[in-house]
């Protein structure tokens, strides 16, 4: 399946990647879920997060800021309080340190709840998006606090999109562990 363009699509997407994430998580070993991340042999995987992200907490925790991140952007701007979805100080240019912030926050989270948080967070987001119409949440212009985009789209970019995105990273992962 492509980028959801649908509701029904989103929704799908956003369940079955989610669905997806937690087999894996399952299928890990004790192995892989006690060995820290390290994909500093691999010069292919420059981004920050392949420094950042040390284990699974961790990706929840990314998973879950960024679940707020939208819940909050959504409900300010619905309630008239027009806020940008990169909370100041940062932005698009500078989102990446504002990642490393939300790493740092959660240094002392156990991995346990860490995973409750980011349950209840999926869980909030779906519900949220099922309270938009189709065309609430793929026809540009609807919201003015949206900009050039859809709503939707920052809908798959927190689920579905996101949800690949950890998947890749604990394959990844998976595959140092085999190699050791």
Known sequence: MGRPTTKT???TAATANYEKLNTLILEL?????????D???????KEAHWKRDKNLRDIFIH??????????????NQNGDSKPFIPQPYNWK??????VEFWKKHQNTSLEAAKSMLQKSHTEI???????????????GVYKWVGGSTLGSYFVSETSSHYN???????????NCAGM
């Open 9 to 11: 699509d989103l929704l």
């Open 29 to 37: 070993t004790e192995k892989e879920l006690k060995t820290p991340f």
């Open 39 to 45: 994909f500093s042999g691999d010069e292919k995987k």
């Open 63 to 76: 998973l879950y800021e960024w679940h707020q991140l939208l819940l909050n952007w959504v409900q300010s």
């Open 94 to 99: 500078t989102y990446g340190d504002m990642n």
């Open 126 to 140: 779906l519900r949220l998006a099922e309270t938009f119409s189709n065309d609430e949440l793929f026809s540009k």
């Open 165 to 175: 995105w950890a998947i890749k990273k604990l394959k990844a992962h998976r595959k």
